[in-house]
């Protein structure tokens, strides 16, 4: 059976998506796609919502998450389709997680306020959608506040040629790993959630390998494999077309479900637009609940 997929949208669930479940279930339905799977940051408030508004709109939505994990001392990004959001092993990565995640969030905001620049962890909090802030998202809270435009240091992200990509700028230049709001990584083990994938019901796929932060190479792929992993996300805005390829042969040999993900979030990656990848196909979809444990 064919029809377009995505694997990798995110709604207003997630701290940094701008969109309802309800929009991203329209949108999918008016870009004729057959279904999509909003995977929001350590967590699944989108459902059951979410699988009730496809239903109703002929789109199917395949519940999905992104955790946040750490690997070899690197950050990755882990989506879990066809998630049985009701898990016990599930709520339990994600209570962990909202713990670690708002102790690194109170820490980044403690360095910015010491750096001179304005933000509370109450405003943080506001602007995540009730969920665990993500450093962009933090970056974001901070720079959309227009008395921050004053001080010296941060007079760069409001250059109207700056402002659509200034979260991700004053991360590389505030958060990232020797910049001076930098705080350790915090994150569940990738391995660990591997481990548990079976218990949730997940089908576990690494999201955008090629990403700048990942950098996941076929020694990395064949560790995970060993512990579980069952797709890579081939199809992603985030790869060049010599990553596609790159990372499509190495899906081959490591016998790894190659997946597509737009990882559409709204204002914040204004670079991706809904419904513009196209090389997402529902055999995906069959491959992976095939390879599954149980194959339900």
Known sequence: MSGRVDFHVH??????????????????????????????HDTVAAYPEAVELGRAAG????????????????????LLPLVDWTSPALASIIEGQTASRMDETRERVEKVRALG???????????????????????????DKPENG????????????????????????YFAEGKPAYVPKKFVALT???????????????SHPGAYFQ????????????HGLLGLEVYTFYHTAEQIAFY???????????????????????????GALREGDYGMVEELRARRRGGA
């Open 11 to 40: 709604s207003n669930k997630s701290s940094d998506g701008d969109h309802s479940p309800a929009e991203l279930v329209g949108f999918a339905r008016d870009h004729g796609l057959r279904a999509i799977s909003i995977a929001d």
């Open 59 to 78: 789109v199917e939505v395949i519940p999905g998450i992104e955790l946040t994990t750490v690997f070899g001392g690197r950050e990755f990004h882990l």
């Open 117 to 143: 620049f304005d933000l509370t962890l109450a405003e943080v909090e506001a602007g995540s959608n009730g969920a665990p802030p993500l450093g962009v998202k933090i970056a974001q809270v901070l720079l």
């Open 150 to 173: 004053r001080h010296p240091a941060l007079e760069q992200f409001y250059r109207p040629e700056n402002r659509p990509y200034a979260p991700y700028m004053f991360y590389a230049a």
């Open 192 to 206: 660990d959630v591997l481990d548990a994938a079976p218990a949730t019901g997940g089908a576990p796929v690494l």
């Open 215 to 226: 950098r996941t190479t076929a020694e990395d792929a064949r560790a995970l494999k060993a």
């Open 248 to 274: 499509r042969e190495m899906a081959g040999e490591l016998d790894l479900v190659a997946t597509a993900g737009s990882d559409f979030h709204g204002r914040i990656k204004p670079h991706v637009h809904f």
